[in-house]
C-alpha cells in the first residue's frame, strides 16, 4: 500500500507559469517536507511542517511556497518557476525530527520540466 | 567542509558478491542519525537502513549492513550476495538530533552501484 503519494508523477510547465505539486500521506505523521533534487546532484531540503508549524530553510528562494492544510497534505506552490527550477521533487513525512524509529519515507517523486 | 562524503562516484560489483560503499561524516552533535538510503532510476527514494549515534550494535537489515565507526565516523554499507536489481544510486546521509532540530536529512553525492550479470 502506497504510504507517501506524489502528484502528479510528471509535471511540464511553462517558464514564468504557477506550478503546484501535492503530496499525501497514510501514515498519520507530524511532519513533512519537501526536497529538491536537481539532475546528478543529493536531495536538498526546501522547508518542513512539524503539525501546522512551518519551518523554511534559509536558502531556500521566495519562490517557493508551502501548504499543509491538514495532516495528510502538503503542496508545493512555485510562483514563477525558472529554467533552474526543474528537478525532481522529493516529499517525505517522519513521525518525530529525531530518535530512532523516526526515519524519513518518501514519495516516488515530482519530476518537474520547465520549458 | 562537507558533512557527509561518498568518494565512490561509481561501483561495479559482480552478481552474487557482496560490496561495500563508503561513507564519512562530519558532526560535533554527540546524537545523530545515519541513514542509507536506495535511489532507482524511477527517482523514489527507498530506506534501506538506520544507525543511531549510540547503538553500540551495527545495524542490519536482510542483506544490508551497517558498518559503523564511531571513532572514525565512517559509516559504510555492506550489501551482501548482489542482485541485479540492487543496481541503483545509493545516498548516505545523516540527520543531526540537536542542531536545530528539524529532522532534516543531509545527503552525501551518492554512489551508483551497477550490478553484473
Known amino acids: 500500500d502506497a504510504m507517501v503519494i506524489q502528484n502528479p508523477r510528471y509535471q511540464v510547465t511553462q517558464f514564468g507559469k504557477p506550478v503546484t505539486l501535492s503530496c499525501s500521506q497514510t501514515?498519520?505523521?507530524?511532519?513533512m517536507y519537501w526536497y529538491q533534487q536537481k539532475s546528478s546532484q543529493a536531495p536538498k531540503l526546501l522547508f518542513h511542517?512539524?503539525?501546522?508549524?512551518?519551518?523554511n530553510e534559509a536558502d531556500t528562494p521566495d519562490n517557493f511556497q508551502s501548504r499543509r492544510p491538514n495532516t495528510s497534505f502538503c503542496f508545493l506552490d512555485i510562483r514563477s518557476p525558472g529554467l533552474g527550477d526543474a528537478a525532481m521533487y522529493l516529499c517525505?513525512?517522519?513521525?518525530?525530527?529525531?530518535?530512532?524509529?523516526?526515519?524519513?519515507?518518501f514519495g516516488p517523486g515530482t519530476r518537474l520540466t520547465v520549458l | 567542509a562537507q558533512k557527509i562524503t561518498q568518494t565512490q562516484p561509481g561501483m561495479f560489483v559482480q552478481e552474487k558478491e557482496a560490496v561495500t560503499l563508503d561513507c564519512t561524516y562530519d558532526t560535533s552533535d554527540q546524537s545523530y542519525g545515519l541513514f542509507w538510503y536506495k535511489q532507482p532510476s524511477s527517482g523514489e527514494m527507498i530506506f534501506l537502513i538506520y544507525?543511531?549515534?549510540?547503538?553500540?550494535q551495527n545495524a542490519t537489515e536482510g542483506r544490508y549492513s551497517l558498518n559503523f565507526q564511531k571513532a572514525r565516523k565512517s559509516a559504510n554499507l555492506v550489501i551482501s550476495a548482489s542482485q541485479l536489481g540492487d543496481s541503483a544510486m545509493y545516498f548516505c546521509?545523516?540527520?543531526?538530533?540537536?542542531?536545530?532540530?528539524?529532522?532534516?536529512?543531509?545527503f552525501g553525492q551518492g554512489t551508483t552501484l551497477q550490478v553484473k550479470p
Open positions: 546521509a545523516m540527520r543531526e538530533d540537536l542542531s536545530g532540530n528539524t529532522g532534516k536529512l543531509i
Open positions: 511542517y512539524y503539525d501546522k508549524d512551518f519551518n
Open positions: 501514515l498519520n505523521h507530524n511532519v
Open positions: 517525505a513525512t517522519s513521525r518525530e525530527t529525531s530518535g530512532r524509529g523516526n526515519e524519513q519515507f
Open positions: 544507525q543511531g549515534s549510540y547503538d553500540e
